[in-house]
């Protein structure tokens, strides 16, 4: 079973949750015309691995919990390519662009590392 244990407890849970927040207060200086494009994918993307944790530990199973979390790791790497795309039409400066891909790095590993534990 996927455990008692709140989601909110999960480390990975509250860097992805922070990254997320970050996405946000980055993507309010994008140009307007982004407003349904690539910033919508991008709050999109990064919402949805917080969301997927979230869901996955509150299913019965682990087969259903690593299901979930697969699904989180697929908007990680969504999100990662949206920040490469901001970064290369230069809606994000080099720095906040490396700082946001190192906490996407760290995160991706603790999803790969909890993937695993769960056979």
Same mark, same amino acid.
């Given at each position: 079973?996927?455990?008692?244990?709140?989601?909110?407890?999960?480390?990975?849970? $509250?860097?992805?949750?922070?990254?997320?927040?970050?996405?946000?207060?980055?993507?309010?200086?994008?140009?307007?015309?982004?407003?349904?494009?690539?910033?919508? $994918?991008?709050?999109?993307?990064?919402?949805?691995?917080?969301?997927? *944790?979230?869901?996955?530990?509150?299913?019965?199973?682990?087969?259903?919990?690593?299901?979930? =979390? *697969? *699904?989180?790791?697929?908007?990680?790497?969504?999100?990662?390519?949206? =920040?490469?795309?901001?970064?290369?039409?230069?809606? =994000?400066?080099?720095?906040?662009?490396? $700082?946001?891909?190192?906490?996407?790095?760290? *995160?991706?590993?603790? =999803?790969?590392?909890?993937?695993?534990?769960?056979?």
């Amino acid at each position: 079973m996927a455990g008692n244990d709140s989601w909110r407890d999960l480390l990975v849970w $509250q860097k992805s949750h922070a990254a997320c927040l970050s996405i946000y207060r980055h993507t309010v200086s994008f140009p307007p015309e982004e407003r349904f494009g690539l910033t919508a $994918q991008l709050r999109g993307s990064a919402r949805s691995i917080p969301t997927n *944790i979230a869901e996955g530990k509150g299913r019965a199973t682990n087969n259903d919990y690593r299901h979930f =979390l *697969i *699904i989180a790791r697929g908007s990680l790497e969504e999100t990662r390519y949206h =920040l490469l795309l901001s970064r290369d039409l230069s809606y =994000l400066s080099d720095p906040d662009y490396t $700082q946001l891909e190192s906490n996407y790095t760290e *995160i991706s590993r603790m =999803l790969n590392a909890l993937i695993r534990s769960l056979g």
